[in-house]
């Protein structure tokens, strides 16, 4: 399971979110005349920390998650509810596989801004957020 996997999981775990979206929460950009709202999910860096005994089991990267919807109004309370359900938050996401793959997480927010995308289908409105997602692999504590 990868971190973005992870997150989109995350989010679709929230039914609000969920009766909003249904499985509109796409990697990197929206498809061609989108249904709305919808998500979008974009790694913008990493960093991973190292370790001197071998392979670093500790990242963080920061990600975007864009709300999009037809309206201002709209927009903003998607990405309010994605905040809600991402902000602060401390625990395992897990793919619930056989094994299971699972990762320590831990999601800190930085910084959110509204934006109109007039070339998108006549006009969308979104909503984005920056977040860091400290994440472990190796079945350590954050």
């Keep these: 399971m990868t971190v973005e996997q992870g997150l989109r999981t995350h989010l679709l775990g ?3 979110i969920a009766a909003l979206v249904v499985a509109r929460v796409y990697p990197l950009r929206l498809p061609q005349k ?16 190292g370790s001197l005994r071998g392979q670093a089991s ?6 975007q998650v864009d709300a999009w919807a037809s309206t201002h109004d709209g ?5 309010t509810l994605c905040r809600r359900r991402l ?3 401390n625990g395992v996401w897990s793919d619930g596989g056989s ?19 007039e070339e998108i289908n006549g006009g969308l409105c979104r ?16």
Excluded at 58 to 63: G, H, I, N, V, Y
Excluded at 101 to 114: G, K, L
Excluded at 127 to 142: E, K, P, Q
């Design 58 to 63: 500790l990242a963080r990267p920061r990600f």
């Design 14 to 16: 929230d039914a609000s």
């Design 75 to 79: 927009a903003t309370a998607l990405g």
């Design 99 to 117: 094994p299971a793959v699972a990762m320590n997480v831990s999601v800190v927010f930085e910084s959110e801004m509204d934006l109109f995308e």
């Design 127 to 142: 909503h984005s957020a920056d977040y860091f997602i400290f994440h472990s692999t190796g079945g350590g504590l954050i």
């Design 34 to 49: 989108p249904q709305m709202p919808a998500i979008v999910i974009t790694r913008i860096s990493g960093v991973r920390f």
């Design 87 to 89: 902000e602060g938050y």
